[in-house]
Every structure is written in structure tokens, then in C-alpha cells.
């Protein structure tokens, strides 16, 4: 039971610490949005190509190899837009807001396609996502606290990204060999999009010692070995903690974002924070109750 818990602790923090190591390199400049997302994605592919090696050899599995060439570009495709739209997105926003926008924007990309498969949505449901939408709307009142706007809609749009992978994952019994081909698949396209961006002098590229530092952080820990984590944690808890445990990540990044990088919680992220959050755990209880 307590090593439940400590895995469930560490996996979570792990998902925040995307955000702040992200932030922390992004915000600060010590490296552009789209060599932070190479080596993010890069160093992700090589762990998880490692881990699946070991998973596998470990459990004597003949099975170990591909998922098929399209849902792998499906899965890459997705996965990049997810990692491309976070960099540029954590140029101009704090690791916190960050953070509630994107995994809001996951939840309610989930509940979405959970009604456009045929499910009834229920009126609790009904008012858990027009709470959560309350909290986005507050989020973005225009005042000196206001996140930029650009950035959100990117970070929205990279939650959504990151919902369809999570979608197209769950359509497979091959989590860990899904992620990783996701990975290679997406960071093979990234590389493509870098030399181009590189060629053409698309958008200016600056590197450091210490930006190239967070974003192996990023895609080795807090990415590939962090996701690793989540597929072992799945199996050992029901769906209403599963929904529930990602709602805490917000959270987590905005005490994270608070100490290392010593940015300040409002009163308008407090109050969106747990409209948002609560309204989606207020989905989530509906869902598991209605099974």
C-alpha cells in the first residue's frame, strides 16, 4: 500500500516537473522552443527504447516490436504537436498556469471524445464541465495578472494534442511499446522540422549548457521514466483515482513554480485552479459512479 502511494507521488511530480524544468529553461531563455523540444523528445525515444529492451527481455516477450506503421505516425504526429505547442507555449507563461490549462484542456479533450463515442452525458457532468469552464473563463479575465493570452490558446491546443495521444494509447494492451514508438516516431519528425527550421532560418536557434541540461531532464525523467511509472501505477488503481491523481499535477507545479523559480500564486490562479480542478473531478466521480 505505501509503495502504492509512493509511486503515485513520485510519477505526479514527475509530471510536474516537465512544466517547471520547462519553464525554468523557456522563460529564462537559456534555450530555444525547438532544440528544447528535440533533445526532449530524442533523449525520450533513446530511454524508452532502453526501457522497453529491459521490460521486455525481462519478461521474455516475443511481441516486442511495432504496433503498425500508421497508428505509429498517429501516435508520433499527436505527440509532437503536444511537445512543439508546451515549448512555445512555456515561453510566456508561468509553470503553474501552464501546468491547469494544459491537463484541464486533457480532461475536457477526454470527456469530449467520451461523448462523441455515444456516451450520455449526465447532468452532474453537465454542470462539473460548466464549472471547469468558469475557471478557464476566470483564468483569462483581462487584469495585470492575466496570462498571455497566445500562450494559453498554444497550451490549450497542446493539452488537446496530448489527449488525442492519450485517446490513441488507450486503443492499444501495448502502453509502454505505444509510448515509445510515439516517441521515435515524433521525435524523427521533430528532427526533420529542426534542419528545415535550421536551413531556412525559420525561427532563430540558441543553445546552452544549461538549457540542453533541463530538457534532457525533461525527456529523460520527467517524460520517459515519469510515463514509464504512470503504466505501472495504472493497473494498481481504479479509474476514479487515476482521473483524480492528474488533477493534482496543477497543484504540484504551482508550489514547484513558487519555490525554485519564485513566481507568485494570484488570487485569479487560485480561484481558477480550483474551479477548474473541481469541476473536472466532479466528471470524474459522475463517470465511476454511473459504471
Not at 521525435?187 to 530538457?215: D, E, K, N, R, W
Not at 511509472?229 to 491523481?245: F, G, M, R, T
Not at 473531478?281 to 459522475?286: E, G, I, M, N, P
Request: hydrophobic share 50%.
Amino acid at each position: 500500500m505505501n509503495s502504492r502511494y509512493l509511486l503515485a507521488t513520485i510519477t505526479m511530480t514527475a509530471f510536474a516537473l516537465n512544466s517547471l524544468f520547462a519553464r525554468y529553461a523557456l522563460g529564462f531563455q537559456a534555450i530555444d522552443p525547438m532544440s528544447y523540444t528535440l533533445v526532449r523528445l530524442l533523449s525520450g525515444a533513446i530511454t524508452l527504447t532502453l526501457l522497453a529492451l529491459v521490460s521486455f527481455k525481462s519478461a521474455r516477450s516475443s511481441d516486442s516490436s511495432s504496433l503498425g506503421f500508421l497508428p505509429s505516425c498517429y501516435l508520433g504526429g499527436s505527440l509532437l504537436g503536444y511537445a512543439i505547442l508546451f515549448s512555445l507555449a512555456y515561453d510566456r507563461l508561468d509553470t503553474g498556469v501552464g501546468a491547469l490549462i494544459l491537463f484541464g484542456t486533457v480532461q475536457l479533450t477526454l470527456i469530449g471524445y467520451h461523448r462523441l463515442t455515444g456516451h450520455v452525458i449526465s447532468k452532474m457532468e453537465v454542470v462539473g464541465i460548466g464549472i471547469s469552464i468558469a475557471g478557464f473563463v476566470t483564468l483569462m479575465q483581462p487584469s495585470q495578472q492575466q496570462p498571455d493570452f497566445g500562450a494559453a490558446i498554444l497550451m490549450s491546443l497542446s493539452g488537446l494534442s496530448w489527449g488525442i495521444f492519450t485517446i490513441l494509447g488507450k486503443q492499444t494492451n501495448q502502453a509502454l511499446i505505444a509510448t515509445k514508438q510515439g516517441f521515435i516516431f515524433g521525435a524523427s519528425l521533430m528532427v526533420i522540422l529542426y534542419l528545415s527550421s535550421a536551413l531556412f532560418s525559420v525561427t532563430p536557434l540558441h543553445l546552452t549548457t544549461q538549457g540542453v541540461s533541463f530538457a534532457l531532464l525533461s525527456g529523460i525523467g520527467a517524460s520517459a521514466i515519469g510515463y514509464y511509472l504512470w503504466y505501472l501505477l495504472l493497473p494498481k488503481i481504479d479509474l476514479l483515482q487515476a482521473s483524480l491523481l492528474q488533477l493534482t499535477v496543477p497543484v504540484i507545479a504551482l508550489v514547484l513554480g513558487m519555490i525554485f523559480i519564485n513566481e507568485k500564486i494570484t488570487v485569479y490562479s487560485c480561484i481558477a485552479t480550483l474551479l477548474i480542478l473541481g469541476g473536472i473531478a466532479l466528471v470524474s466521480y459522475s463517470k465511476v459512479r454511473s459504471q
